[in-house]
């Protein structure tokens, strides 16, 4: 690496003094360049969503329209429609479904990740690396491969359609994520001031709770989010496991399409509608996001 | 002069022998004690995992080997493993096999190219910068049923797309009359749904990257500047090898989450037109067909395929983390 630039150095530098001024601006123009096409790529990336919203906001002739209007005029009717009003299934259902599942999931992952997690970065059981691994190859077990099982249980068990079967394998499925980050987290709470806490005579709860939590907080909310994204957005499980009372959101939408026909407008605002929370949570967890996709291995 | 102090203490134990076993004898109970009580906050994430998750895949093992339709309850016997004969010669299974590694393929290479470069565009600061991220990011966000479906009917939709109806009033400002207007899905079906995945995933691709570019040492970033390396240099022989592992952590994660993608061959084609990956077919083969031991077999030929990735994946992510380890 070094070896590059070595024969280079003493060449390279010293005429470059006189042209220092012109040398700037050069650069300076460059990156300004770069940074507008920064821009342009962003919008032209980003158009299909863009477009999506635009869509949501117009009638449904002018949503159909070919060429496609920019200068529509902007309505309201497609959320009016999604949310009831014209008679359709109200997405309420669904939507607490969602929510109700991705919380709880999220709230029980929590529970289970943190001491895990514990035990895994602040006091290290043995072989700790070993169980790291373990929590991760459960991720790469693919879903569908456990899926039949799992319906054929619930069948007989009477879960199916019962939106608590899947908050139990929402919380299997964000579990290993959710130790792998917190694990990278609480590694980063320094080791005296819970042992502070212990000689002080601390519990293991009131340790977690009153002196780890405060200082893991960031990145718990960080966890958090990411579980309630990857849980809001799952479909498979949804889809083979619920029916009429336990409908998802995601669930929800796919029979939206097919069973009223098409109506782009208010198929883009129902595509909004579910899609907002996650987007919130997102881009509210921005720079914690690489960390918990890349199951805390990118720091 | 040191270990011979050192030593003093130690021989007269090791000589008497008595008092350190029965000092250990006493102390094992409670190291064990100890051992369990750092276990205990660990096991019930352990237990509870390999309860929901363990438990069922060595179910799908067992009814592999089943010949079993819920159609047909009463004709269940034990077929050995001639589900798994019939997973590699039935045309359907194969072919989705095929589909899944092209896919799976395409999908993380373009958007690993893609992502690689976006990652760079946005690694200098200009005007904006957070906000053009949260624009890139934006596709990986949106719920992936939402984002097929907008594929479906707000761009490839041969009617009113806006892929077509772009290039409709694109041509139109040429004054051409009838512009060829395609039908994506049904002309090119595993490109449409190819372009979705990468339109979806080349963010994730680039926000690993973009953390790998930050984590650059400045320094040498800053030494490669002074000795007067062109960007290219730098590029080519100090920010691609420290890229590489991330570039291996992108492929690698990226690999095991579209491999798994069912969303959006299930929106976009429902399987048809030869898109249908293995666990779109796995689901059909089970939901539809009610052929429980052959979706099994399959499942469990997924499982193999996924853990040689797998294996690969957990090296490359152990190697990042002892890495951290280290630095710890």
Redesign the interface.
């Known amino acids: 690496m070094s070896t590059l630039s070595v024969p280079q150095t003493a060449a390279a530098t010293r005429p470059r003094v006189d042209k220092y001024a012109p040398a700037a601006r050069r650069a300076r123009r460059r990156s300004a360049g770069l940074g507008l096409l920064a821009w342009i790529v962003g919008i032209v990336f980003c158009l299909p969503a863009l477009w999506m919203l635009l869509t949501s906001f117009h009638s449904e002739p002018d949503a159909a329209t070919n060429p496609p209007s920019l200068t529509a005029p902007l309505t309201l009717d497609s959320y009016r429609v999604f949310f009831g009003e014209g008679g359709g299934a109200s997405p309420w259902p669904p939507l607490i479904n969602s929510l109700m599942a991705s919380l709880f999931s999220t709230l029980f992952v929590l529970v289970l990740a943190l001491p895990a997690a514990y035990a895994l970065s602040i006091k290290r059981v043995e072989k700790w690396t070993d169980v790291m691994f373990f929590f991760l190859s459960t991720k790469m077990l693919p879903v569908v491969a456990g899926l039949l099982p799992v319906y054929l249980f619930a069948k007989n068990a009477g879960m199916l359609d019962n939106i608590w079967l899947l908050v139990i394998l929402y919380t299997s499925m964000n579990l290993p994520i959710a130790v792998w980050m917190m694990q990278s987290f609480l590694a980063d709470v320094p080791v005296s001031i819970i042992e502070a806490a212990q000689v002080d005579g601390a519990r293991l709860p009131t340790v977690l709770l009153r002196v780890v939590a405060p200082v893991a907080a960031p990145g718990i909310a960080a966890t958090s989010l990411i579980c309630f994204i990857f849980s809001w957005n799952e479909l498979l499980f949804a889809r083979v496991l619920t029916g009429v009372t336990a409908q998802t959101a995601p669930v929800f939408l796919t029979s939206f399409v097919t069973s009223q026909g098409l109506f782009l407008a208010q198929l883009c605002a129902a595509s909004v509608v579910v899609s907002l929370p996650v987007l919130a949570a997102g881009f509210a967890a921005q720079d914690k996001l690489v960390q918990g996709l890349s199951l805390g291995a990118v720091k | 002069m040191s270990t011979s102090v050192s030593t003093a203490p130690q021989s007269p134990a090791d000589v008497s022998g008595a008092p350190a076993p029965r000092r250990a004898g006493g102390g094992a109970p409670g190291r064990r004690a100890r ?1 369990w009580a ?5 096991l ?3 237990i ?2 390999i309860a ?6 060595v ?2 093992l067992v ?1 592999s080997l089943f010949d079993w339709n819920s159609l047909a309850p009463d004709d269940r016997a034990f077929a050995g493993l001639s589900n798994y004969g019939e997973v590699f010669t039935d045309a359907r299974l194969r072919e989705s096999v095929f589909t899944t590694v092209l896919l799976t393929g395409t999908v993380v290479v373009v958007s690993v190219v893609l992502g690689l470069l ?1 990652a760079l ?2 690694d ?1 600061k ?4 957070g ?16 984002a097929a ?3 479906k ?3 490839y ?1 041969p ?2 797309g ?1 892929l ?3 290039w ?2 694109f041509t ?1 400002l040429f004054g051409v009359e009838n512009p060829g207007q395609p039908d994506w899905i049904s002309d090119m079906p595993l490109i449409a749904v190819e372009t979705a995945l990468v ?1 979806q995933w ?1 963010p ?1 691709m680039m ?2 990257l ?3 570019l930050q ?1 650059r040492p400045a320094e ?1 970033m800053e ?2 500047k ?4 062109t960007a290219w ?1 730098t590029f080519r ?2 920010t691609l ?1 420290h890229l590489r592992r ?1 570039l291996e ?2 492929i690698l ?1 990226g690999s ?1 989450y579209i ?2 993608n ?2 959006a061959v ?2 976009l084609t429902s399987g048809g037109l030869g898109t249908a990956n ?2 779109y077919t ?2 059909q083969t ?2 539809q067909a009610h052929e ?1 031991g052959l ?2 077999a399959a ?2 030929v ?2 193999i395929g ?2 040689a ?2 294996t690969f ?2 090296r490359v ?2 190697s ?2 002892s890495e ?2 280290n630095r ?1």
Request: aromatic share 16%; hydrophobic share 60%.
């Open positions: 051992a750092t276990r205990a906050p660990l019930p994430a352990l509870f995992l929901v998750t363990q438990l069922p895949f179910a799908t009814i976006l565009l946005l200098r200009f005007f904006g910068r906000f053009v991220r949260t624009l890139l990011i934006t596709p990986f966000l949106l719920v992936p049923v939402s479906l907008m594929w009917h707000v761009l939709n009617e009113y806006l077509n109806g772009g409709a009033w139109g339109w080349t994730f926000l690993i973009l953390a790998g984590s040498i030494a490669a002074l000795d007067g390396a240099q022989h100090l090898p991330y952590l992108g994660l095991i491999v798994q069912f969303d299930f929106t293995l666990p796995i689901y089970f939901y429980y979706a099994s499942g469990v997924v499982v996924t853990i990735i797998a994946a957990l992510v152990s990042l983390f951290e380890a710890a």
